[in-house]
């Protein structure tokens, strides 16, 4: 039987993602109608003798992450369980602790997923491949091709081009070293635990060494990227299996409206159930659109492409949506126009105002190009990007909001640009 394990990380991080990730933590944020988990719990429920998804992180349950569980469990037949973590452990130091509830029932495999990425997950390909390729007890990460220039901000993979065996594994390096790219998603076996228990012994043994202040030892994170990866290359024990299906890291909230067009793509095989159609009495669809069933929408309204309006989003008329991501509540007055930009829960636009963000998308003419996770400022400025309205924003009729930030409970009075609006 097989277990998965999602990485969920926890609240410090995601900074990037402000000021959405104050209304719900990052990986229950919707990417394509539904929280981005849910993609990784889906792709995990389908595998053959997946007998139970376990979410690791240092997250407090809240109600949102229960709600979720419950939902989750209920839809896919299938055992998950929230295990926190006492501080942030690391990606390795995570599995690690809670190795007795991983191996418990003797999983002989299990897949190990970053939250914040969006992919087609070839997991039962990936099975398949360590069948074929890898020595009986060797593990899998899932690799892709990126660009020269963008493989620095990954973890890069130096392989055997015949046996698919890592060589090298140099995380995040300062000059080139690989275009293969380290994917988040891996296939491990229970003899993980002891490469990451040799790690943690010597941790120990360090930190024994060390004068504990205040009586308290520090919790010594273990990664699996640089403590355990780099040490495993050239072992003949990691293999990597490239993929040519669609990858991207969800980091920034420009990231999350392109991870969208990627599951909306994949809907038209997957759930094509989720996607909008043109219809009398309904609103003009452009390209992958998806709308929840609450949602009340004028028909002289145009949407799309890459729009999901979520649970009893109003929206009037004449109105128009493109490359957005409209989430619960939101109410958008007659003629307003949306484009490239989120819109927060509960927030109001006014009539005839436009809202409008600038994308980062992937250069279109480069096919291993990335979406760049952009940084806020550049030279001391607000690098234009996507229009991200916090919860419960007002914005006042006949405005402009270009390439701003504004957070949560703004009630504007004027128009904005390249602000960040506090
Ligand atoms: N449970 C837990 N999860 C964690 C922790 N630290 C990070 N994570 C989770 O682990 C994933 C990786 O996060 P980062 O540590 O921020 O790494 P990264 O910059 O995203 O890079 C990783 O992913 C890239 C692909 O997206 C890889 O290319 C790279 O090599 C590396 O694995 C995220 O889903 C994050 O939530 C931790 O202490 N505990």
């Avoid at 979410?55 to 896919?76: C, H």
């Avoid at 398949?128 to 660009?147: C, D, M, R």
């Avoid at 012994?201 to 009586?215: A, C, V, Y």
Wanted: net charge negative; proline share 6%; glycine share 8%.
């Amino acid at each position: 039987m097989l277990k998965a394990v999602i990485l969920i990380g926890g609240p410090q991080k995601g900074t990037r993602f402000r000021p959405l990730s104050f209304e719900v933590p990052k990986p229950l944020f919707p990417v394509a109608g539904v929280p981005m988990l849910q993609h990784h719990i889906e792709a995990c429920a389908k595998v053959p003798n997946m007998k139970e998804i376990l979410l690791i992180g240092f997250y407090q349950p809240n109600e949102e992450l229960t709600r979720f569980l419950v939902n989750a469990q209920q839809e896919f037949k299938i055992s998950i369980r929230y295990l926190q973590e006492y501080a942030a452990l690391g990606t390795g130091g995570g599995i690690y602790h809670f190795r007795d509830q991983i191996v418990s029932g003797s999983p002989e495999a299990f897949f190990v997923l970053n939250a914040d990425v969006s992919s087609a997950f070839p997991l039962t390909e990936m099975l398949s491949f360590q069948k074929e390729h890898g020595e009986p007890n060797s593990f899998v990460i899932l690799g892709t091709t990126a660009n020269r220039t963008q493989s620095l901000n990954y973890g890069c993979i130096v392989e055997n081009e015949e046996t698919n065996e890592v060589l090298h594994y140099v995380e995040k390096p300062s000059t080139f070293v690989s275009d293969i790219i380290n994917c988040g998603i891996y296939l491990f076996n229970p003899d993980i635990f002891q490469h990451i228990g040799t790690v943690f012994q010597k941790n120990q043994q360090d930190m024994l060494l060390e004068e504990p202040t205040n009586g308290w030892h520090r919790a010594e994170a273990i990664r699996l990227e640089q403590d355990i990866f780099t040490a495993l290359a050239g072992q003949g024990k990691l293999y990597v299996y490239k993929t040519l299906s669609f990858w991207s890291q969800i980091k920034s909230a420009g990231s999350a409206i392109y991870a969208s067009r990627l599951y909306l793509n994949q809907y038209h095989k997957t759930h094509p159930e989720r996607l909008a159609v043109n219809k009398e009495g309904g609103p003009k669809i452009s390209g992958n659109v998806y709308i929840h069933p609450t949602a009340n929408i004028d028909p002289t309204a145009t949407l799309g492409p890459n729009v999901s309006i979520g649970t009893g989003v109003t929206i009037g008329a004449g109105v128009r949506v493109r490359e957005s991501v409209i989430l619960h509540g939101a109410n958008l007055q007659d003629h307003c126009c949306v484009l490239n930009s989120i819109v927060g829960w509960d927030s109001t636009i006014g009539k005839w105002a436009r809202v409008e963000g600038t994308p980062s998308d992937p250069n279109p003419n480069d096919p291993y190009a990335k979406i760049d996770s952009e940084t806020l400022f550049r030279d001391g400025k607000l690098t234009p990007s996507i229009t991200i309205l916090g919860c419960n924003v007002t914005i006042p009729s006949e405005v402009i909001i270009l390439n701003s930030i504004v957070l949560p409970h703004k009630d504007l009075n004027r128009g904005f640009k390249n602000q960040i609006i506090l």
